[in-house]
């Protein structure tokens, strides 16, 4: 199975990497500019939200696969939008898992800085604009480290992504789901196969993003 | 000629304190002003707050005559320069870090090569243009950073302990570098230090804080040589302070009161004025024994050695002479006359080493006549 790829292999991989590399990406949209708010930002409520994008970080898949389904199923809130059992709720469920571990380790990553950096940068006429610029890419390696982190959450995850998708063939079935579907079955061979192209798809975009992240370590 | 900058009424409070309270400060066109202070006395915050980077709970800043509203910040922070104690410099080249102020203020590539080129010769750090900034000593690193600063051709340029955390030679040798890019350049400069040497060769103007409030300011020479206050002369390394009153004046020749003991001085006060008398420590000269030659010093008096203190280079020698004289000898000295606590000495000093601080009528202290 490995050696010879089927179409139905090769489209579950592909469903896969398409659905949490969206996730990832939206997730980076959300946690990026959320992490540098909470990080660099003094507001009375900040320590409540950085107590919120904490227990984020920790929250069991099965719980936001539950509210994601109670919320777009049919007779639910938001049921009339059809979402249910398609891609699209896969994505919701998988960014709001991984948004907050990128969150979180945006703020963690922002805040290990030195704080007489952001003092320095506007004492050279730095705007806010441009201050957060370059404090990103002063942290451009864990910032890519809380990337490889959302990835892998998402990537890796079955229960959420089984609730609110339904493992359809051909829509909404992807690896992790088809692992759990072939051993539920007792078909070993299959899920060993998908397990294996599981964890090289997770070891190739790490490669990738870990090889971009010590190239510019050493740059 | 106008202030360049000027700071009226400035409180800035944190956890509820008092840090800083300064009713006026103003920083000349082209000169130097350096404030000194010990560690926690404020001058960081209060370089903050002129270089607008700290904004205080009250009080407004004056730049050009015209105060700073909440929307000029960006403006002003455009014109001029910052230099910290750590270099702070970004996971980049050198060349990349000089030009980093450039390109905030939209600098065309052209004329940011040029600039950078020019201050990175300037500093001498020419040949480390393409290194990476993490490799570079502390020495080099402060260098780009003052380039960094100076490439933004500012009207003002702040700097907070630039050189405190290098090691003596080359300390030594960027203070002097510095001195004579501030000489050729003619910048308005504001610059931070605890150090008393680096705020005399530096300083056109010193400004002393203490607890958050500025207590002297002037000439150096003027204020390391007349302190406003005992505090100020305490932090000026004035060993010697001891309250006494005036009672004789005659032709600018003062004879003072301390405890049993006549001190002579020169300065304009009144008979009865109660003063605190500050002396130097290597203003005074320690004589073995008590049978002196004839000497210009008005100053002479014996007793035995109270305390010995070891300090770098120098010892400290402290004799009871009816007040307690701290004089600092060197060590070669102290063997050679073989010092040792209880042994009876005498200290001389002329007239014009003793600084007289006046103080209030009512307040009486140990060293008043009785």
């Known amino acids: ?219 | 000629m106008n202030d360049v900058l000027e700071l009226q009424d400035a409180v800035v409070q944190r956890n509820g304190r008092e840090i800083l309270n300064v009713e006026h400060l103003a920083v000349r066109p082209g000169e130097v002003l350096t404030i000194i202070g010990p560690n926690g006395a404020g001058k960081s915050t209060l370089l903050l707050v002129l270089a607008r980077l700290l904004l205080p709970d009250e009080g407004r800043l004056l730049f050009e005559g015209r105060t700073l509203g909440r929307g000029d910040g960006l403006a002003y922070r455009r014109k001029i320069g910052l230099v910290l104690q750590a270099p702070m410099l970004l996971n980049a080249s050198v060349y990349d870090n000089v030009v980093t102020g450039l390109r905030f203020h939209g600098i065309s590539k052209a004329e940011q090569s040029q600039r950078a080129g020019l201050w990175l010769e300037q500093l001498h750090i020419g040949h480390l243009s393409g290194q990476r900034a993490g490799s570079l000593s502390g020495g080099e690193a402060q260098r780009v950073s003052l380039a960094r600063a100076f490439a933004l051709d500012p009207e003002i340029v702040f700097l907070d302990e630039p050189f405190s955390g290098l090691d003596t030679p080359t300390r030594t040798r960027l203070l002097e570098e510095f001195q004579l890019l501030l000489a050729n350049t003619g910048k308005t400069t504001v610059f931070v230090t605890h150090d008393m040497n680096e705020a005399l060769f530096l300083g056109d103007r010193v400004a002393v804080i203490l607890n958050g409030k500025i207590h002297q300011i002037g000439a150096p020479d003027k204020v390391f040589a007349a302190p406003a206050s005992p505090e100020v002369a305490a932090f000026l390394g004035v060993d010697t302070t001891v309250a006494g009153v005036v009672i004789t004046v005659e032709n600018g020749h003062v004879v003072v009161a301390v405890n049993d003991q006549h001190v002579e001085a020169l300065a304009d006060v009144r008979p009865g004025r109660p003063v605190m008398v500050c002396l130097r420590p290597e203003d005074i000269t320690l004589w073995d024994g008590e049978d002196l030659p004839a000497s210009s010093a008005r100053n002479r008096f014996s007793g035995p050695i109270t305390k010995i203190v070891p300090r770098g280079p120098l010892v400290y020698v402290e004799v009871d002479c009816g007040f307690a004289v701290s004089a600092a000898i060197t060590r070669a000295s102290a063997r050679e006359m073989a010092l040792e606590k209880g042994k009876r000495v005498t200290v001389t000093f002329k007239a014009s080493a003793v600084h007289l601080i006046p103080r209030q009528e009512a307040e009486a202290l140990p060293g008043d006549p009785a």
Not at chain 1, 39 to 52: D, E, H, K, N, V
Not at chain 1, 196 to 205: T, W
Request: hydrophobic content about 55%.
């Open chain 1, 1 to 219: 199975m490995l050696l010879n790829l089927n179409p139905e292999v090769l489209e579950i991989t592909l469903l896969s990497l398409k659905l949490s590399g969206i996730a990832t990406l939206i997730s980076l949209f959300i946690g990026l500019p959320l992490g540098t708010v909470l990080a660099l930002g003094l507001f009375p409520t900040r320590r409540f939200w950085l107590s919120i994008v904490n227990t984020g970080m920790a929250l069991p898949p099965v719980v936001v696969g539950l509210s994601i389904s109670i919320l777009l199923w049919r007779s639910g809130p938001l049921g009339s939008l059809g979402l249910i059992y398609t891609p699209a709720a896969i994505v919701i469920a998988q960014v709001v898992i991984a948004a907050p571990v990128v969150t979180g380790l945006t703020v963690a990553a922002l805040q290990n800085q030195d704080p007489r950096l952001q003092t320095q940068l506007y004492g050279l006429g730095a705007s806010r604009i441009q201050m957060i610029w370059l404090l990103w890419k002063e942290a451009r390696l864990p910032l890519l480290a809380a990337l490889m982190a959302g990835f892998g959450a998402v990537i890796s995850e079955v229960g959420a992504v089984m609730m609110v998708g339904g493992n359809l063939l051909g829509q909404t079935r992807v690896l992790t789901t088809s692992i759990v579907m072939e051993t539920g079955r007792g078909q070993f061979a299959p899920a060993i196969a998908l397990g294996v192209i599981l964890l090289l798809l997770a070891f190739l975009v790490n490669l990738v993003l870990t090889w971009v992240q010590q190239r510019s370590a050493h740059k």
